[in-house]
Every structure is written in C-alpha cells, then in structure tokens.
C-alpha cells in the first residue's frame, strides 16, 4: 500500500509540476541582464500556456511547448535600472531591482573559488565595498551524473560591506575595475570548485567529438551517483575500521574524546599538518578527532596563552584539556586560538581538535611553523605526529567527488546556466591538472570550445589566469617541472580568438598555492577586457617571446606587446630567470640584458647556444622582466624537447 501511495504521489506530481509558471533560479531580484544582446529567457509552465514577458518598455508573448518549456528572446537594452521583470502566464513571477549591464561568468577552482573576506587587504577592503551596480552569485556546489536543467536554491546579492566577503575575489576585482572605467552594472556568475580538474568542467558531447578523448569518454558507464558512492562508503567504513575498530560511535562516547582524561593510547596516528586524503585515512569526508599531548611547565601553568593550528578543513571546535578555545569554519583561514588563563596545567595538557570535512581535502594542513603553542615568550611546536580517530562519515557522498568522473560539474554547474546571456568567461585552474600539463594543451581549448557552442554567442571573451608562481615539488629544467608546462599548455591556448591571459608569476607565493594577492589579479583580468572589449588604449599584455636570432656564443630574443619599453624590475638593472642551453640540453642560468627591444642572453659554458628558457620551474618567483606599463612577461622556452608531462593521460576514475 505504502509502494502505492508513494507512486500515486510521483505521478501527481509530473502532472502538476509545471502548474505555476517558473524560472530557473539563475533569475532573481537583484540579478544583472547583458545589454546590447538578446537577452534569452526561459522557463516552465503548462503546456500550450501563453506566457508574457515584461522588461522595460518592452513585452513578448510566447506559448508553452507540449512539454511545458518555453522559451523567448527580449530585444537588446543598453545599460540601466533597476527594472521591474515580469513573466505572466496563469501566475505572475515578479522579479525586483534588476539592472542592465556586463554579465561575467567566474570559473575554475580554490583560486577562483576564494572569497574576499580571506584575501589580502580584506580588512580595509570590505568596509569599503559599497557598490550596489556590481551582483555576485554562487552556483551551489554540486554534481550530477546527467546534465541538469536547474540550480540548487541561490540568489544574486548586491554588493556592500556585509555582502562582498562572501564574493569571488577574483571576479570582485575584475567587476570593479570594470564598474569604475565603465560606469556600466556588472554581474558575476561564480561557478566555481576548489581543487576540480577541467574534465569534470567539459560535456560529454565534447569528449565524444574529440579524437584525444573519445575512447576516454566510451569507457564511462551511464553513472548512477547514488550507487556508486553506497559502494564506496562500503568500502570506506571498512578501511577506516581496518585502521581505528568500529565506526560506529555514540555521541555521548565521541564528546569524552575532548577531555584530557580520556585515553587514547589505542588510537591510530597521522601527521600533521598534513590532508588526511595524503596518509592512510585516505579519501572520505566527514567528522575525525585529532588530539595532541604536550607539557607545560610549573611556571608556565594557568597562564594565558596562544595556538596556531595552521588552516583546518574545512569546520573546527578546538578544546584545550576539554574547554572549547575557539572554532572555525573557512578551509583557508588560519587558526589562532586564545587559551584563557587558568586553562594550561603543569605537565600533561591535551589538544582535541574536531575536524568537521564536507568535501574535498580534510584535516590540518598549511606550514609546519604555523603549528605552535605560545607561552609567554616560549614557543613550542604542535607539528608531528597526533592521534585520531573517525566519529562519523557524510552519508550517501562519502568517495564521489566532483573528480570521481569527467562532466559532473558541466552537467550540474554549467549546463543549468544555459543559455543565459553573458558577455564572456573569467577562468583560474589549471593547478589540479598540472601532472598532465602536456594533455592540457587539449583539454583546455576543447573546454572552451565547448562551452562556446553550448552557450550559442559565438567565441565570446574567455579571459583566463596563468598558474602563479609556486614551489609545488620543486621542479626546474634540470628535473622537469610539472606547472612550467602547464603554464606553458595555457599560452598555447591564446592561438583561440578571443583569449586572454592573466601572468601572475610575480604575485604568487612559493610556499602557498592560494595566494592571498587577488586584487591584481583582478586588475589584470580587467586590463584585458577594458582594451579588448571596452574601448581603453591602453596595454593590457605583458612582453610575449616572438622570434630568436643566434650571434656567436648569444642568444638574441624579440618580442611583442613590449609597450613603452622592456623593463627589468631589478635596482641594478639585472634580468632574472633566463636560462641557456646547447645541444647536451644542460640549461645555465644565464646572464641577460636589454638592448633596446631585445634581449640578449648568453654564458660562458654554452658556446654554442640553441635554446633559452624563461621562468622554467614550479616557482618562478626571479622573472623580472616586464613592460613599462607594470605587465610581466610569460614563462617561455625556445625549444620543443620531450617534458615530463606527455605521456600523462586521464582515465576514468583516476
């Protein structure tokens, strides 16, 4: 009876599903519509319903498919508002505070991802933001193993002090510049997923029209998302009771694990900082207990004290010999707790540190110096080993993870979007696929080309960042270097028209891959767009390697969009990161200098010189060569000799 009933429901509700007129929820009060194109609307309704939409001065009548869905274009509108919109049918949907203007969508991993409120200059930034023409949106995050036609519930928020801490920094910056030179609304899409490959950003259509990938993509099954992770939980609990016993505890026996009293001799160990999904605990997300024991001194004891406990992700509450010291919620915010007086005892003293991880990376992670303990001038270090153990498991995701499989977030982030009129793309990501840089040199313009013809605007701007300066293994052209080539793949992919790249070696951070500095990155994303699309006379690029000539024992390099001049950002005028190499390979930090719009290189090992290398390592922090106008130059090299990436392919379920 109950199976019944339940299908009754279901049938019901197909009938009745499109009773109500209805939008996807990429439309809402607040939300910016692009001028100076057709702007396409589109929703449900009943079928053969006549539906009206109202915008301005205009109104358009269309009638409903058999299926419910319609579909209507509004003429062009040049910028303006805040409008009224409408769409009637046997309901009336009414949309308030919407304006005309530029719509951009924000895509690609952490550093897209990143918010303002943790960025640099957040503080004197976020009081400031009081721009009511620029709306931001965050698509949820979410997968799906079929493309879907609709987001999870979200909304357009206007920016102002309380709202923009939550905003993309990137795609902040950017819509700044933009609302400043412009005096034009803008809107950002933030559709965006820490440490996501771009295969999960590509349709399946893509992958089946390319050669490279299409036996890639034959060898996905038909995914039932449901099924798969039930098995994958399976297989998780049994891991992580192969390592700690049984996973299933109370509450009542997991809040003991806070007390400096309880024993936790039997429990496993890991290092920290360190993700958890890098040592044995492996790949889960959900609730663990990590816990610390440490002395303190009899003159120390009850004395008021600081922890740093690094970043956590991504949710914490951190007890200090059971009193709750401080809790947080942003994977990418360092941990500083205040240990109240009275608290630290004379000897034995106990940190418990529930990790709450929704998804992604898990644990205590960052630098190994922002793990201490600090007592009045002492300092002690919290990093090593520290014993855990697992509390709970999230149910029914636990294992399947937006990189699981290619187009889970194409089908939920992106194809929900389509075709709401924009003006182009803003991408930052390329760090997850840095192992199969090679690769990418296709991967990355098929993306672009897929989402250009799935959006139906022909090749509109697609504006991306090139990966920052980062020691992520420490590669260089002696040993290879994984995001060398990758930022190499990237440049390549300025042969599509309409492309633009942001260089941001010189505002990175080798010991971080999440650099805090958003605020250039953003101007420089806007530079390309107020010259390409705006208008602006302006420079927008960096010098660019253009040809090479040999003279003798030198190398002399040309360029292009050199602007005023070339320029070496050194007090003494010396350019850095340049190597040199002959036909042994053996590269030479070379000595490079300016000559008017050229560059010569050389060194006095290399007397007969073929190839030169600018900026060949994972942490390219020495380039020094720029433009007048303040834009570095790209990592280049002058020879196609084999790397390490090429033959790196992606497989299903790697």
Known sequence: MKRFLFSSTIILFSLTAFADVRLPKIFGDNMVLQRDHPIVIWGWSNPKEKITVLLNKQSKTVTAGKDGKWKLSLNPESAGGPYVFVVKGKNTVTLNNVLIGEVWVCSGQSNMEWTVRNS?????????GNFPTIRHIKIPNSMSAEPLTDIKE?????????TVGDFTAVGYYFARELAQETNVPVGLINTSWGGTHIETWTSRDAFENSEEFRSMI?????LNLDSIAKKKTESTVKRIEALQGPLSKSKAIASEWKSAEFNDSSWPEMN?????????LGDFDGTVWLRKTFSVSEKNAGKEAVIHLAMIDDADETFLNGVLIGSGKNYNEKRIYTIPSGTLRS??????????????????????ADMKVSIANEAQSLAGVWVYQ????????????????????????INPLLPYTIRGALWYQGESNAGRAFEYRKAFPLMISDWRKKWGQGDFPFYFVQLATFNASGGNSKKG???????????????????????????????DIHPR????????????????????????RGPTFQSLEKEGNKIILTFKNIGTGLSARDKYGYLKGFEIAGDDRQFYYARAHIEGDKIVVNHDSVNEPVAVRFGWSDDASDNNLFNEEGFPAPPFRTDEWEGITENSKFHIGQ
């Open 120 to 128: 640099q200059g957040a503080e004197a930034e976020i009081p400031k």
């Open 154 to 162: 979200s909304g357009w928020k206007t920016c102002d002090p309380q």
């Open 218 to 222: 034959a060898s996905m099954p038909r």
């Open 272 to 280: 920290v900082p360190g993700l958890w999904e890098n040592q044995a």
């Open 347 to 368: 000897g034995k003293n106990v940190i418990a540190v529930m990790v709450n991880d929704t998804g992604g990376g898990g644990g205590i992670h960052g630098e190994s």
């Open 390 to 413: 697992v509390e709970s498991l999230v149910q029914n995701t636990s294992g399947v993870g937006p990189n699981s499989y290619p187009t889970l977030l194409y089908n939920a982030m």
């Open 481 to 511: 270097s994984t995001w060398a080539e990758l930022r190499e793949a990237q440049a390549m992919t300025l042969a599509l028209p309409n492309t633009g790249m942001a260089v941001t070696t010189d505002i990175g951070n080798p010991l």
């Open 517 to 540: 500095n958003k605020r250039d990155v953003g101007k420089r994303l806007a530079a390309l767009a107020l010259s390409d699309i705006y208008g602006k006379d302006t420079i927008s």
